[in-house]
């Protein structure tokens, strides 16, 4: 694998690291953009791409592709590298799930991302909320997928799990974030086998359903625990992993421990590839709602070829 460049203090903000040249992304100021931005605004929804800083957003906005967080914008937990505000989350909103749905008919999407805040103050975490959403979709926009980035609801994931995979999303996305090792430090709220089992178990009640996890890579991961945490999702028979560069959103947070290089994105990319996944995206600016219609596309036109691959062997 390449030798990552060197961290370097930016210029003008010497507590920030310099990114390197393939990180730049456009600042977003297009026609589409604004649309979504206002359309969001109108409807009362939250979006992941604003609140975690996302640094495609004026690339996917434009194209009018947006990540819903549901449940409000004030997260229970305050893990290490997220830009989400921690606190006392307010009252669900009822009025929600008709919102994503109107706001998913008006941009016309054949797919889309739901996630959410960590709700660990609602007796079920939440997951009522996301099956109300999933079910206003399927009953005003019927042909759109839908694919959910879920918390790990903790100590309720049991039946939280019944209670979503009962509604059958497309897609269903909880992601690892990070190596077990450093979680103490990264995502101290959370236990890397409860989420590993969270995924296994949405398999189990449902191998139709498409399961999928990420990491974030940056953040003092050695390689060959990258490679434990593929085979660990791979025995959790999950779907499709993704890999990006962890990007520090505030001083306060974690800071960016490596730039993986582009080069070392597709090596990991090839070894997990190797080690059986159904689709892979690796690349610095790979989030897991990136190209989120493209990779379904994608994802079940492999698990086509594979059944035909089954069905000749
Ligand atoms: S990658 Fe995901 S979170 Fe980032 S802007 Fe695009 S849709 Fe939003």
Known sequence: MNKPPKIESDKNNPERVRKPDWIRVKAPVSKGYAETRKLMRELNLNTVCEEAACPNIGECWTKKHATVMILGDVCT???????VKTGMPRAVDKSEPGHVAEAAAKMGLEHIVITSVDRDDLPDGGASQFVKVINALRDQTPNTTIEILTPDFRNKASAAIEAIVAARPDVYNHNLETVPRLYPTIRP?????????????????????????????????????????????????????????????????????EFVTPQNFNAYASIARAKGFLLVASSPLT?????????????????????ERAAKA
């Open 77 to 83: 937990r305050a893990c290490a590298f997220c830009n």
């Open 189 to 257: 709220g959370a236990r890397y086998y409860a989420s590993l089992r969270l995924l296994e178990s949405v398999k189990r009640h449902d191998p139709s359903i498409f399961t999928k996890s990420g990491i974030m890579l940056g953040l003092g991961e050695e390689r060959l625990e990258v490679h434990q945490v593929m085979d660990d999702m791979r025995s959790a028979e999950i779907d499709f992993m993704t890999m990006g560069q962890y990007l520090q959103p505030t001083p306060r947070h974690t800071k960016v421990m």
């Open 287 to 307: 989030r897991s709602s990136y190209h989120a219609g493209d990779d379904f596309a994608r994802l079940r036109d492999a698990r086509i070829k594979q059944l």
